[in-house]
Every structure is written in C-alpha cells, then in structure tokens.
C-alpha cells in the first residue's frame, strides 16, 4: 500500500499557474509510475498526466499537453504538476495516484490502486 496527500491547489486567475505536491508513503516509491487526474463536478475523473518510475517517459491528456508538466523526485517521494496558462475549463478536484507496475503510462484510473485525497483547483475567468 501506498499513501499519497496532494497539496497546492488553490484559486487562480485565468492565465496563471500553480504547482500541484503529491506526497507518498508506504511502500517502494519508485517502483511504480504515477499520474494526475481531475474531476469536475457532475463528471467522471479524467486523466492528466503521467509520468514512470524513472522520470524519463511522461504522457499527457490532449487537453493539457503544452501548458502541464509533471514530474518526480524518487529521493524525495514527491510527484508535481506544474500547470500554466489555466483556463476556467481546467477547474476541478485534483488526485495524484500510484500505479501498478514502473514503466506502462496507462490512462485508465481503474489501473491505479492508490489514490490521494483531491486538491481542488479554481481558474477564474
């Protein structure tokens, strides 16, 4: 098992940025990859972004690629998101989560065993 808390979510003006933390613990951090989802409410979780266990091979949603970054720190056990350019669109509850295997970058939240409590995030036009 594993525990993730996200952190750094917060209300935003179109146009702007945040930088999303995911905390983990519990068990080997770097044995598995990672990825960001987001829910909006009255709509399913949608996928984001992922990333392997080395750093070295990230996905991106069509939505989001060019304006997000994700990336790790295995020393540290941290996973983040850095997000630009926001628009209201992109408002939602974000989730980190830990995947099931180091390499495959899947999009499927059903793949990912663990997940964080949500940060929320709030672009205003």
């Known amino acids: 098992q594993v525990q993730l808390v996200e952190s750094g979510g917060g209300l935003v003006q179109a146009g702007g940025s ?7 613990s519990g068990r080997s951090f770097s044995s598995y990859a ?10 399913e979780r949608d996928f984001v972004a992922a990333i392997n266990w ?6 991106y949603a069509d939505s989001v690629k060019g304006r997000f970054t994700i990336s790790r720190d295995n ?26 295997q180091p390499t495959n970058l899947v999009t499927l939240p059903a793949m ?10 709030t672009v205003s036009s």
């Open 112 to 121: 990912y065993p663990n997940w964080g409590q949500g940060t929320q995030v």
């Open 34 to 43: 990672m990825g960001w989802f987001r829910q909006a409410p009255g709509k």
């Open 18 to 24: 945040l930088r999303l933390s995911c905390a983990a």
């Open 75 to 100: 020393a540290k056990k941290m996973v983040y998101l850095q997000m630009s350019s926001l628009k209201p669109e992109d408002t939602a509850v974000y989730y980190c989560a830990a995947g099931q």
């Open 54 to 59: 080395r750093g070295d091979n990230t996905y």
